[in-house]
């Protein structure tokens, strides 16, 4: 890579674009970014230019030599690009709504990248991010695609098993958690080593330390001693924890509390409305503060969107590779045995050393002996999902749909699978 950098953003028209450039801004000097293309698509037009305007102002603000360009051509953007960043959302958030409400009408959890719900977002998103590796492949060979676009872990793996595209998958949830750890210890972040296990939307803490001594059984019992509702695993049982030795992400909540976050959907369904509704209607007032041609920082009001630090994790991933830092960060890459019991191609979400020749996994000091079936199970869904994705196979789609966790029986399944696919049908093209 020569010493200034382009950087292409594809579904820049994301609320979430102006803190990527805030990052950019910020790490300037070990990341010297000269041009930022700023990529969307025909229906997303005004968006784009409304970010691609706050974006010129915010660095303007800054006084950096940085210049800004929109395109709907992407091709245009992506040549000779050194990283492209991937944002997209196949169907916008209307898609989004139907992933999380159709499943609650048969008694199943509806999320975007758990259980139908993903599956759904993942048959829409990963023929389209291989096309993307298509022009990546032909214009910007050498680039780097870091790829943030939901469900990240089974886009990671696509792009591993169907394009020659250097790729790393991105998730805010370990840089949320270890942002958490380093205020509750005091200490920055990389004094406390924190065991990553498992995939993207699953995975478990299996170890914290500090000084060379674990501080796992101290946060366990943490919330039981105190009740401190600003532990961000303080609902979860004390005695399964304490039997577990290992803190699950947020996202374990559909299969460990699956009752209770059932319940909790559907009354969110029937008087706030779903997920995606709420974040509709964030995403209009964001835009409303973006269009104000004062403003020329990346508003406080981003926080309440959800997905905090993700644009943070891609910025510090970029300086890290270009500088080959040899940091340790939590990514999604490819398994090459470190967990011995996934298929080597499977993606997985775990620490990695970064260096310029991208992330290294680091091997697993431990993975608890009963989080491997769950594992296992809800990759094996993941890879069916990238197989229907890919051919367009409603046989494979149904085979993923039956084996997930969290489908009550065949029956549901495909009834399940026929009306999703019936209501995705001008996304999904291969399933004609």
Known sequence: MGETLKLVVIGAGSSYT???????????????VREIWLVDIEEGREKLHTITELSKRMIAESG?????????DRREAIAGADFVCTQIRVGMLEARKWDELIPLRYGVIGQETTGPGGMMKGLRTIPVILDICRDIEELAPDAWLLNFTNPAGMVTEAVHKYSSVRSVGLCNSPIGFQKWLSGF???PIEKIYAEFVGINHLHWVSDVVIDGKSKLQELIDYPESYKASNVPFDSWDHRFLNSLKAIPSYYLSYYYM???????????????????????????ELFELYRNVELKEKPGQLEQRGGAYYSEAAVLLMRSIHNDSRDIQTLNVRNNGIIDFLPDDASIEVNCIVTKQGPLPIPLRRVPQSVRGLLAAVKQYESLTIEAAVHGDRDVALQAMVHHPLMPSVTVAEQLLDEMLEKNKPFLPLFQ
Not at 64 to 72: D, G, N, Q, R
Not at 258 to 284: C, F, N, Y
């Open 18 to 32: 102006p803190e990527l450039i805030e990052g950019v801004i910020l790490h300037h000097q070990e990341l010297p």
């Open 64 to 72: 950096l030599p940085i210049t800004v360009a929109e395109t709907l």
């Open 185 to 187: 210890f005091g200490l």
């Open 258 to 284: 699956t009752d209770a976050m059932l319940a909790e959907q559907k009354e969110a369904a029937a008087t706030a409305g779903s997920r995606a509704e709420v974040v509709k209607k964030v995403e209009e």
